[in-house]
Structures are given as structure tokens and as C-alpha cells.
């Protein structure tokens, strides 16, 4: 194990960040201690909360994180043809909710960020998520307002999220997902009818 003044402050911050997401993958939220986190690392439980403020100010970056990964491969889904990109955007957001259960299923929990003040910076990291949505909304109906596009966007991925929320488990087997898979598509063939004919 290397010393302590070895590392400089940054460092410890992304060990900690990279012990805790560890945890969180393999474990759940449920077991993210701080206790258990300084140990990994070599560090005291006061080293932890001098880089992060406390547990919640470290779940909002194990989050961003998160956000940042989905948003990366919501990204590479973009086609040229926007209603077949829906599809794809909510099927590459369910898979990576299936194949990183841990990480995902917490990410709109309040009660992991109780009394936390949620930082721009925050904000912008699940904006990014719903950003490529609304791009391809956009494309369907340039005459909209963003705002509209905003909320109906915002539906979208309500819809899909639910029904992820709902239907995965740590446990899920590939039946299990064909058939959210399944779930999703139905959401989005009369989502987009509905909102394409109205």
C-alpha cells in the first residue's frame, strides 16, 4: 500500500470515488459505508470527508458517473431517422439498466441525496441524458417550442425508465429482458403514433 503523502488530494478523491462505485457495483448502495471505503484505500474515514462533504456529496458523483456512461451510449444510438432512434435510444437506456443494475437503480433516488442541495453541475449531468431524446423529438417536430419538447421528452424517458424500474432485477435472465424489451417497444409504437398524430 502506498503512503499517504504519496497521494495528493485529487487522488484521494478518485480513489475514494473509484472504491465506492466498486462497492455500489458489486454490492448495492445499501452497503456504501464510509467506514469500509477508508479501509480499501488505506485512509481514514476523515480523509473521505475532506474531499467530499459527506455521503450524499459522494453518491452525486458516483451518479455523475453513471449519467455520464448513459449519456455516452445514448449518444452513439443517434440515426438519421428519428422515430426509428427512439426505439433505440430506449432500448440502449434498458439495456444498460439491465446490465448495470446497481449502479442504475438508484440514480433518481432522493432519499440517497436527503438534504443535499443539487449543484448545477449535478443538473447538467441528467440533463445530458435526456439532451439526445429531445434532439430527435426536435427532428419530428421542428414547429415545437423546446419547452414542449422538453416535457415530452421528458415523458418518453419517464416511460421507459418505469417500466425498467418495475420490471429488472439484480436477477433478471434474458427471458426476463426479451420481455421488457418487449414492454418498452409497446411504450414507444404508441407513444410516438400518438404524439406524431395528434
Known sequence: MARRSEHSQEE????ILDAAEQVV???GFSALKARHIAKEIGYTVGSLYMVYSNM??????????TFDEIAVQLQKTLLSEAETTMESLA??????CAQNFNRWRYIFDDRLLAGAVIPNWYQSK??????PFELQLAQL??????LEIKTTALAFFAGVHGICAISLSPTSDMDNIKQVETTVLILVKHFMHGWLTK
Not at 12 to 15: N, V
Not at 56 to 65: F, T, Y
Not at 91 to 96: E, G, I
Not at 141 to 146: F, G, S, T
Open 56 to 65: 450524499a456529496d459522494l453518491v452525486m458523483h458516483i451518479h455523475a458517473r
Open 91 to 96: 432500448l440502449v437506456y434498458m439495456n444498460y
Open 25 to 27: 457495483i458489486t454490492q
Open 12 to 15: 484521494i478523491k478518485t480513489m
Open 141 to 146: 417536430k421542428p414547429e415545437l417550442d423546446a
Open 126 to 131: 441528467i440533463n445530458q441524458v435526456y439532451a
